[in-house]
Structure formats: C-alpha cells, structure tokens
C-alpha cells in the first residue's frame, strides 16, 4: 500500500513548477480566505435559482469579497433586495435612475470599482439580452459598460463578466439558448456551466444553477493565475486497500485531503488534471477527473497509464 501525495509535490518541485514550500504554502493559503481583497459585482435576473444566489453571496463573503448585489426587476419578483442587502452588507442596486451616486452613474461607478460581474442567475431572457447588447435596465448596462480586456485603456483594468446560467431543460437545449451561450463566450464572457437533474418546474434535465459551493470553486479558479495551462497532471491520493479475504483487508490512514488539494490547486492553475484515487469520501474538486482505485496494484496501474500522457506525476 502507498499513498504518492507527497511525492507528487517532489515531482512538482522537480518539474520546478513551484518549490514545495511554496505549493504547501499555497494549499495553507486556500484553507484561509481566498477571495481576500476581491470585489465582486452580483448580479441576479429572474429565475428561481436567485434563492441560490443569497448563499452564493455569503459564501463570497465568506472567503474575503467584498459584494456589490445589483438586481434586475426579474430578480426582484424571486428574492428581495432586503434579504441581499442584509447579507451583503450593501445597499442594492436595481435602477440606473439610481441617484444615490453623485453622478447618478452606478452603471460606470459600481462596475469600474469591481473585480468582476458575476450574473448568478442568468435567465434565458437576461443572456439574450446581453447577446444584443440592449441596455435598458441597470444590470445589462453596467455589462455593456463594463471595461473589457480589448476594450481598457491607459491604467484601467478589465473587469471580466462571468455567467450562471439558470433554466428549465426545455429552454436550457434550445437551439436560441445554445446559440447566445456560443456567441456570448466569443464575445469575451466566462460561461460557468450548468447542473443536472431535478428541476423546481418538476422536470428532470441540464440547465439548474450550479450550486453556491460549486460556483465559489469557479469564482476561486477563475482569478488563479493559469501557470500550469496546457500541462496534463496526474495526482495519486488516499489510502489502498489490500483485501485479505471477503470482509477483511489491510489498509493505511491516508485521508486523501493533501492530494485532493493538489489536484484541485493544480486544475485552478490552468492544468487538465486526472486525480487517481483510493477509497475515501472527499468530494472531487471541479472539473478534474477522477479514476477510484482500490488495491495498490490498481493505482500502480492507473498511475502508470496516467502518466503516459501526463507533464507531472
Ligand atoms: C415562476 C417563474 C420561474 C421562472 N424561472 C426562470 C428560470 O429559472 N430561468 C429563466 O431563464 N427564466 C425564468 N422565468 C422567466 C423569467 O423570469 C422572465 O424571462 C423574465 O423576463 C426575466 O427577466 P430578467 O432577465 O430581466 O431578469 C421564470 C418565470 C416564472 C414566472
């Protein structure tokens, strides 16, 4: 039985890709706040899925960001800016008539001043809109206005746009939906995907909000700077278990924590990540791909097929 974790920070190291101290550094710092620093644009239009989006906004907190909540009037019929502004600490915006700003602007003000918009949810209405470029309500303006990274000038800095899509199945796969998500990704915003399964319309299928602790992975992700983009690396973690007959086997006490946070530090760094994996129960970390593994012939096996195509073992 064998546990590599440490070893792949050895190789990593080697690969001189971080030293140790700085990657155990690095998984030390994820521990604390990781959004420290960040200010953050929510934006929430009308669906069902704005409930997801008041433990988006404390979880945002949670890691450090600061939260500007702005609201469309969609919005406002699912959740109320009350409950927003409590948790964010806030008062929220929901008009561009707002004239609580000195210039009576919020649309530049509170855009310039942000790390990023986040649109959580989007409903099919509001990405269409953004598609056209229509401006006629505080939240679609403030994108069209947003600095972009073709657009900034002098000293300013780009202000990314990030959508959550949020919808039923039927309007999820259709073929308008599908074709604004195509050209809103070509025209520079940072689609965050959707979930599956059981809809609040009772239907089953693509198209639910990601959930808030899913989509504060992303947010995290997105602002890692991409150091380990176009690398394929693979990450052996947790325990083996070397059965001794039907019902008893020899095992170690390998949580699988450190290389689970290996792999989900390394995907945040840009890396195609293949987490091989003994039997534990941690969660797999956003888009990596998981291979569980029992014995420690298994892991061998999958280790060395994995590292054919791999930079970092
Ligand atoms: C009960 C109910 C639930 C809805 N849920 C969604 C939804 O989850 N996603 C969506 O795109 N539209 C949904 N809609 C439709 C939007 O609310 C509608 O398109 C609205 O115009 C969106 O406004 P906005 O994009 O300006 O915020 C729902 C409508 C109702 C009445």
């Known amino acids: 039985m064998f546990s590599c974790e440490k070893s792949s920070i050895k190789v990593l190291k080697r690969e001189g890709c971080s030293s140790k101290k700085s990657i155990v ?34 979880a945002l907190i949670k890691e450090g960001a600061t939260v500007q909540v702005v609201m469309t009037e ?3 019929q699912f959740m109320t800016p009350v409950t927003m502004q409590a948790l964010s600490g806030r008062t929220v915006y929901t008009s561009q008539w707002d004239a609580r700003q000195e210039n009576n602007m919020p649309h530049i003000n509170l855009s310039r001043e942000a790390d990023c918009i986040l649109i959580a949810p989007a409903s099919a209405d509001f990405m269409a809109k953004l598609l056209h470029g229509r401006a006629d309500d505080l939240l679609s303006l403030m994108c069209l206005a947003r600095p972009r990274e073709d657009s900034v ?11 959550a899509p949020a919808m039923n199945r039927e309007m999820w796969s259709h073929p308008a939906t599908q074709r604004n998500l195509q050209q809103l990704a070509s025209d520079g915003a940072h689609l965050l995907g959707v979930g599956s399964g059981f809809q609040a319309c009772g239907e089953t299928g693509d198209g639910r909000m990601l959930e808030a602790a899913e989509l504060l992975e992303e947010v995290i992700a997105f602002f890692q700077p ?3 983009a176009g690398k394929h690396v693979v990450v052996t973690a947790g325990p083996t278990y070397e059965a001794i007959d039907p019902v008893r086997g020899i095992t170690n006490l390998s949580s699988g924590k450190m290389g689970f946070a290996i792999a989900r530090a390394a995907r945040e ?18 888009g990596v791909a998981r291979i569980d593994v029992k014995s420690a012939q298994n892991m061998l096996v999958s280790g060395v097929n994995a590292a054919q195509s791999a930079h970092i073992l």
Do not use: D
Not at 154 to 160: L, Q, Y
Not at 272 to 279: D, H, K, N, Q, R
């Open 153 to 163: 000038q002098g000293g300013a800095k780009p202000v990314p746009l990030l959508i």
């Open 269 to 286: 760094a840009g890396a195609e990540v293949t987490l091989i994996a003994g039997p534990v129960h941690v969660p797999t970390p956003r």
């Open 226 to 228: 991409k150091t380990l």
């Open 25 to 58: 550094l690095k998984l030390i710092v994820r521990n604390m706040q990781s959004l420290t620093g960040k200010h953050i644009v929510l934006g929430l239009s009308g669906g069902i899925a704005c409930y997801k989006a008041a433990e988006l906004c404390r």
């Open 74 to 76: 969609g919005a406002e």
